[in-house]
C-alpha cells in the first residue's frame, strides 16, 4: 500500500561576513629640549685679619732706643737737670743771702755739691712685663650666594595619531529554501482517480 507523503527540503540561510582589520599608528616626535642652568654667583667680601707687635718698649729697655727716644729722654733729663739745678741754686743762695741767721753755708755747700748721691739698685725684669703690647683683629668673611633657577624653554609634541577604524559588512552567502514534493497523493473522485 502506498500512502501519500508530503516532503519537506529545506535549506539554511548562511551569512558571510566580510572584516576590515583597523589600522592604528601612533608616532610619538622627540620633545625640544631646551634647558639652561645659569651658574650660581658667589661674592666673599673679606676683611684680612691684622696682627699688629709693638716691642718698642722692651727694646728700649735693652738698650736698643730709636733716635727720637733717645732725643726725648735727654730732653726730659735736660729739663729735669736744670730745673734741679735751678732749685738748688736758689736754694744756696737763700742760704747764702741769710747767712747772719748763723751756720757756714760757705763749707757746707761744697761739701754736699762734691759728691754725687750714691746709686740706687733694684732687682727688675729686662724687659719689664708689658714691653711687648700685641693686638690682633680677627677680621671678618662675608659670603653672598646668589642662586640661579634653571631657565627650561622644552617643548613638548603631541603624539601623531592616525587611526582606520575596521568594518565589517555582512552579506547573504546562501539563502534559505524550502523545497515541498508530494508523493503518492491520489484523488480519488466517483468514477474518477486521479494522481497528483
Do not use: C
Request: proline letters at 6%; glycine letters at 6%.
Amino acid at each position: 500500500m502506498q500512502l501519500p507523503q508530503i516532503r519537506l527540503q529545506s535549506t539554511s540561510a548562511q551569512i558571510q561576513l566580510n572584516r576590515t582589520a583597523p589600522v592604528q599608528r601612533i608616532e610619538q616626535p622627540k620633545a625640544e629640549l631646551d634647558i639652561q642652568q645659569p651658574s650660581a654667583e658667589m661674592t666673599i667680601n673679606r676683611k684680612r685679619a691684622t696682627l699688629t707687635i709693638d716691642q718698642s718698649q722692651a727694646r728700649a729697655d735693652l738698650g736698643f732706643k730709636t733716635r727720637t727716644q733717645v732725643l726725648e729722654e735727654f730732653v726730659q733729663d735736660g729739663i729735669q737737670g736744670l730745673m734741679e739745678g735751678i732749685a738748688r741754686n736758689a736754694q744756696e743762695g737763700d742760704e747764702l743771702m741769710m747767712i747772719e741767721n748763723g751756720g757756714s753755708p760757705l763749707a757746707d755747700q761744697p761739701a754736699r755739691n762734691a759728691f754725687d748721691p750714691p746709686a740706687e739698685f733694684n732687682i727688675g725684669w729686662i724687659p719689664r712685663a708689658g714691653g711687648v703690647k700685641v693686638s690682633y683683629d680677627p677680621g671678618s668673611v662675608d659670603i653672598q650666594w646668589k642662586v640661579n633657577k634653571v631657565i627650561n624653554n622644552s617643548r613638548p609634541q603631541k603624539a601623531i595619531h592616525d587611526y582606520t577604524p575596521g568594518k565589517i559588512e555582512v552579506a547573504m552567502q546562501r539563502y534559505n529554501s524550502l523545497e515541498i514534493d508530494f508523493v503518492n497523493l491520489r484523488h480519488v473522485g466517483v468514477n474518477y482517480e486521479q494522481q497528483i
